[in-house]
């Protein structure tokens, strides 16, 4: 039996059982046979969930790019570990082989090291998706510095609060970036964003779309020359598995961003564990993550866990619609991908679109379809298993957090049967438990609660950075002795999850609660939606009702519009009950949404209260404009 790497699923229960029962000698066996280490261990784990304090190989010490670089070097040394795929289909790929990764990573390293950057230090990144972007994460950990990655599309505000944070000494950027047809202006918005950031000494700027801009004399370095002149020797600094290895921010659902904290050894394992696992990766397969390394998808299955297994990974600069909608297709075909992460908000988009896009492109290389990021609603997931997997690929719905580091709740591909909108199962080590009100853990079968996780896995958030306090109040109070994740699930009949949405989202209605997602999921069904969003407000008999905020599908057909209104409640009775039909349906344009794609219900909410005074920022929003549309259209009573 392995514990690495599963391949059936009563394999799957025996490890399961193994890991839950002896989680020390599970987590040690594959620590010690699947990574290179300067010093074991003292102790595999101590933790304490009412501090909280969580600490994974405890005295071991190692050097994450020992594992994710140099250890390839003999075997995979000219195996492509990055492969670049630029913005414009016309520009070449490029296929970074482990050897040239090495080098490139230490002299980046040695450049950092020139600049004054010592291990501990932390050193904002603000770059796009370039290869730069990767090298300049695993220089930071080759030295030991600390990365704190601000995705390159965030404005110069949302940059600073992050930068003074976290006290960055340091930013690299580039003078801007391609997105589709469009470039922006990147190193203009770290020059505002470093107005209010007195603590940065040097900005390192790498070269993309060779537009002029302002450097500033004595703080702003160009890095290519910097880059010429390094060594590409730079020996890794020896961390202890407990050192930061970065710092990523996740919005709350009030108050600051939260700096979570990852640290080393624990992350690398799970990260590389769940990796192999959830994606089925053999040797010489094409894996690609269309995330941004400004999120933790990024981190963690774009670098780290592909890197830790010797994998090919995609690196993809532009954007699902440019030059035009077949453009994932196009790659997918061109490099043969095997492995295809993605998020729900993709695909919808992408099913929005005439097949034309799909016909005639040879998509058989793909093995492995992902979803992760929010639920993926039923419709999607048969588009996307119907015209992308053609119903030969499982669809690994992948259920996790910023906090957790790694995948937590999913599918293994050929492993788990898959069941659409369904998480399904733990991986190894993850122990769910699901909560109810009074902070009692609903054991059986066929029952929905809070999610919680009652025992410590390696890749947890460590702490907030510069917050513990705000860490335990958010993650381990709620209940005592467990994580609590803040979203909703249920377990079926066989113990399978769903993840309902955040618990703030459920909608109390005449006593039920309602979750959000399932009712979208209903609604999404009808062919002329392409999307929707339901919020609560007020109402004076039911306590709350429901209103649903839909976007319609552009097919240049002209609708009756309460005909469909009409035909949605249907189907949401249909789906759910009458109790869940929705007392206001207003069509919007879009959805106001995070740059990572998540609809922000808070706006939809305080638009549904009538309580506009006081949006919040907006600012950091995808498409801010169609709030006022919104706005508009909301008290014109529709
Ligand atoms: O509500 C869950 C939702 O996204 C939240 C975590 O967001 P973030 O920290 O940005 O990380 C996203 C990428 C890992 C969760 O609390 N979520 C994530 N994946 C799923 C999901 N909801 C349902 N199904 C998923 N597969």
Redesign the pocket.
Known sequence: MSNYHIKHLEEYYQVYRKSVREPETFWEEIAIEHFMWRKKWDKVLSWNFSKPEIKWFEGAKLNITDNCIDRHLPTRGDKTAILFEPNDPNEPTEHITYKQLHERVNKFANVLKEQGIKKGDRVCIYVPMIPELAISLLACARIGAIHSVVFAGFSSTALATRINDSDCKMVITCDGSYRGNKTIDLKGIVDNALEDCSGVETVLVAKRIHSDIQMKEGRDKWLQPLLDEASTCCEAETMDSEDPLFILY?SGSTGKPKGMVHTTAGYMVYTAYSFKNAFQYRENDVYWCTADIG???GHSYIVYGPLANGATTVMFEGVPSYPDFSRFWQIVEKHKVNQFYTAPTAIRALAKQSLDFIDNIDLSSLTVLG??????NEEAWHWYNDNIGKRKSPII????????GG?M??PIPYVTPTKPTY?TLPFPGIQPALMDENGEEIKGNQVDGRLCIKFPWPSMARTIWGNHQRYKDTYFSAYKDMYF???GALRDEVGYYR?T??VDDVIIVSGHNLGT?PIEDAINEHPAVAESAIVGYPHDVKGNALYGYITLKDTGESRNQDNVRKEINQIITEHIGPIAKLDKIQFTEGLPKTR?G?IMRRILRKIAHKDTSNLGDTSTLLNPEVVQSIIDDAYNDK
């Open positions: 996740t999120w933790i998808t979803s992760v990021g929010e639920p993926i719905d992948s259920w996790w957090q910023t906090e957790t995948i709740i999913c998480a994740t803040g979203d993840i949405g955040r997602a990572s998540k």
